[in-house]
């Protein structure tokens, strides 16, 4: 029998809505790990912002920046940074509309302006701090994602101006800002790559619209209940709310754990 792997996004399927991983998704992610189940984290989130979870859980492999930083069993498989000079480009015309921006590498992330509402309100919802400011922060360093904070249709505008980019919206204020053709599903093939594992016997838990590429190519993607109708669309399994207890139940309810 092929070794199976399960990659988990983290905000809204191991975390619950209050940011906390419920004890019965602990229990079940160990239980997985004795059965021989790989797990493996695939998330939005610099390496920095969740180094504890990895720890909680026993994890050391993950897919970090939505697919730009790839670690397998704790070394470095994969990078895919930013180009600097497109994404000055971009910087200098968010300065003009006064549109705020993050810079994040694997270790650190810096603010390109101080104190600004819309870094406070989106980042908090992650309770993470507003960082500390260095708008040339990305020059001469590896950037893996930027965030750009702007409301709605304002990130259209971006959209069309530099198409060396993908953009996501996470929060009605917030853009992740990644290179093009960027995504999940990409870092995972890397990973797969680099395990000697097969991509049809991933699994993919999700619940945002940067889960819905990763979702889409696993051997079996999964869509939480809480999950965005997109995401839920191109999904094989649907399963309840995370405050439900839906990853467990889609654990049992696909036969990973009996």
């Given amino acids: 029998m092929n070794k199976k792997i399960a990659f988990f996004d983290i905000d809204g399927t191991l975390l619950d809505h209050d940011k906390k991983l419920p004890v019965k998704t602990k229990k079940a992610i160990?239980?997985?790990q004795n059965e021989g189940v790989y797990c493996a984290i695939a998330t939005g989130r610099a390496p920095f912002m969740y180094k504890e979870l990895r720890e909680e859980l026993g994890i050391d492999s993950f897919v970090s920046f939505n697919g730009q930083y790839v670690v397998f069993e704790g070394e470095e498989v994969y990078t895919n940074p930013l180009s600097e000079p497109d994404l000055e480009k971009l910087h200098q015309h968010a300065e003009e509309n006064d549109h705020p921006m993050v810079?994040?590498?694997?270790?650190e992330m810096k603010a390109s302006t101080l104190n600004h509402s819309h870094i406070t309100k989106s980042l908090g919802t992650l309770y993470i701090e507003h960082p500390t400011e260095d708008a040339s922060f990305f020059k001469?360093?590896?950037?893996?994602q930027s965030l750009l904070f702007c409301e709605g249709d304002e990130i259209e505008e971006y959209r069309t101006?530099?198409?060396a980019f993908d953009y996501i919206r996470w929060h009605p204020v917030s853009c992740?800002?990644?290179?093009?053709g960027g995504s999940k599903a990409e870092g995972i093939k890397k990973m797969i790559e680099a395990?000697?594992?097969?991509l049809e016997?991933?699994?993919?838990f999700g619940d945002g619209l940067n889960d819905i590429e990763m979702i889409r190519e696993a051997g079996t993607g999964?869509?939480?209940?809480?999950?965005?109708?997109?995401?839920?669309a191109v999904s094989d399994f649907v399963s309840t709310d995370v405050g439900e207890g839906g990853l467990v139940h889609a654990i049992y309810e696909l036969g990973l754990l009996k």
Avoid: Q
């Avoid at 810079?103 to 270790?107: I, Y």
């Avoid at 001469?140 to 893996?144: E, H, K, M, Q």
């Avoid at 809480?226 to 839920?232: H, I």
């Fill in 30 to 32: 160990k239980d997985l």
């Fill in 103 to 107: 810079f994040m590498n694997d270790e």
């Fill in 140 to 144: 001469g360093r590896n950037i893996y």
């Fill in 161 to 163: 101006a530099y198409d």
């Fill in 176 to 180: 992740d800002v990644l290179p093009k």
């Fill in 195 to 198: 395990s000697g594992l097969n």
């Fill in 201 to 204: 016997d991933t699994y993919a």
């Fill in 222 to 232: 999964v869509a939480m209940g809480n999950a965005v109708p997109e995401t839920k």
